[in-house]
């Protein structure tokens, strides 16, 4: 059984910083790409940030680039989204992502989800 679980979520002050973790099972990490989406209340859920399986390539939303920043531990099979500046509109539930396909990674289309850790941004 896959599991994919987020954690690192909270409430922080506008312009603070938080890191996510996505703890991976029953899957070969590795081989897997991996990506982070958000979807804030009364939203869709919107792509933030992926890496590939090899850690060589990363993507952004343009709204986030500069402030935040995917990684991959493929020993602790853990992929984790560093946050900084944060500010009120990036308040969301933020789930992690997992796809072996190349070409689904690249369409976005992602086989497995967690269940999402809420970052809440606010003074």
């Known amino acids: 059984q896959v599991r994919l679980v987020e954690s690192g979520g909270g409430l922080v002050q506008p312009g603070g910083s938080l890191r996510l973790s996505c703890t991976t099972s029953?899957?070969?990490?590795?081989?897997?790409?991996m990506a982070w989406f958000r979807q804030a209340p009364g939203k869709e859920r919107e792509f933030v940030a992926g890496?590939?399986?090899?850690?060589?390539?990363?993507m952004y939303k343009d709204s986030v680039k500069g402030r935040c920043t995917i990684s991959r531990d493929n020993a602790k099979n853990t992929v984790y989204l560093q946050l900084s500046s944060l500010q009120p509109e990036d308040r969301a539930t933020y789930y992690c992502a997992a796809t072996d396909n190349h070409r689904a990674f690249w369409a976005r289309s992602f086989d497995y989800w967690g269940q999402g850790t809420q970052v809440t941004v606010s003074s």
């Open positions: 890496i590939l399986a090899s850690g060589t390539t990363t």
């Open positions: 029953g899957l070969t990490f590795s081989g897997n790409h």
